[in-house]
């Protein structure tokens, strides 16, 4: 910030100045009228007596409006100093060697560095060690060129703190330039909490909330995939549709809590039984869904179903109750019984209700659509 001169002073140093000229003037008016007799104590008289009558003039017509020009110029300084020490935002000021100039409070706080600490640094202490040749690139390159377009633009970028932890945070930019010096100035917002919240917001919107798997969204769009992959390779896939039987029963009789807990740990037991690669996910209601990727053969699938059915048919332990469910489980191949999605789930849900039909706690594999009373179980299956 600036230092505000006293206006006493000024008014001094003016005085002595105005004297010390005085002094000579009288000096070379004697030497001019060729004055060998120089009288000292008589040029020191006049040159004070002049001196002192220009006191009231100076007072009054430089150094009043000097010192209330300096009070409004120490308030103005006062007054941004303030904006800086209470802004949200991180501001750092850099010369054009890269050295931090400022460092305000919000910046202290993001970074974790006192003030003293960070002035003189390279700009450089803030960013990752991947960041920092990448950033020296660039002050040079403007030095050199003068172009920049992110002058006055909000960017993303990373940042690290004085304990190493790196984060995001938005950065603009401006520039200012006194003579042949070139300043920057950064705005910095840190946005951690913004991508938390973010993700958070996007993790909702294709997770389930109880069960944390995929919902209906996310699995329309990976079986999608799967069917484009499936397609592009030459392999089949296997689509899994799950309906627990005697849900509604707990879900009635016991609650909501517990008919939620029930789902949970259903989801659990049949996460451990599906590949990384597979999709397993919750349609709602008490009803999953499983993409099995690159399923060729008709008894893998059929083996991976019999698993599924085991896991849910031993008894689960909900807060001291124990309770005992099924799954009837509709099976649809690509491109054996449909070579689009739409018609896919439609022959898994026929089948799923096939299976149903049959007695429950059972699967069945579907038929291509247009003949739906055909559904039939690969291998016997007696419950």
């Not at 009228?33 to 100076?58: G, I, R």
Request: with cysteine; proline share 3%; net charge negative.
């Amino acid at each position: 910030m600036i230092d505000k001169p006293h206006p006493l002073k000024i008014f001094l140093y003016l005085l002595i100045f105005v004297f010390a000229v005085e002094l000579c003037v009288m000096y070379l008016f004697n030497y001019i009228q060729d004055k060998n007799d120089q009288h000292w104590l008589e040029n020191l008289a006049d040159a004070t007596l002049l001196t002192s009558a220009c006191v009231p003039f100076f007072w009054f017509f430089a150094v009043q409006p000097l010192r209330r020009a300096l009070e409004a110029l120490g308030l103005e300084s006062d007054r941004l100093r303030k904006i800086l020490e209470t802004a949200a935002e991180g501001i750092v000021s850099v010369d054009d060697s890269g050295k931090i100039q400022s460092f305000n409070n919000a910046a202290q706080r993001i970074f974790g560095y006192a003030e003293g600490e960070a002035i003189g640094k390279v700009l450089t202490i803030l960013s990752p060690p991947s960041h920092r040749e990448r950033h020296d690139d660039f002050l040079v390159r403007y030095l050199q060129t003068g172009e920049l377009d992110t002058l006055g633009k909000v960017i993303e970028l990373q940042g690290m703190r004085k304990d190493g932890t790196i984060f995001p945070m938005e950065v603009m930019l401006s520039e200012v330039k006194l003579s042949a010096t070139h300043l920057f100035t950064a705005m910095i917002r840190d946005v951690s909490e913004q991508k938390v919240t973010q993700q958070r917001i996007e993790h909702l919107a294709h997770y389930d909330a109880l069960t944390n798997l995929p919902n209906r969204s996310l699995f329309f769009d990976r079986l999608n995939q799967a069917i484009i992959a499936a397609k592009r390779n030459q392999y089949s896939i296997a689509l899994l549709f799950l309906d627990l039987d005697g849900f509604k029963l707990i879900n009635d009789t016991l609650g909501h809590h517990f008919g939620d807990l029930l789902l949970v740990k259903v989801a659990e037991r049949l996460n451990l039984n599906v590949r990384e690669s597979d999709t397993l996910a919750r349609l709602g209601g008490d009803e999953f869904t499983v993409i099995l990727n690159d399923s060729h053969e008709c008894e893998n699938v059929a083996a991976i179903a019999d698993k599924l059915i085991e896991s849910i048919n031993e008894p689960f332990q909900l807060d001291g109750h124990i309770v005992k469910i099924g799954v009837s489980i509709g099976i649809a191949r690509y491109p054996n019984d449909a070579d689009t999605k739409a018609l896919l789930i439609v022959v898994a849900d026929r089948a799923m209700y096939a299976a149903k039909n049959a007695g429950k706690n059972t699967y069945k594999f579907g038929v291509p659509v247009g003949d739906a009373t055909r559904a039939f179980p690969v291998i016997d299956f007696n419950i």
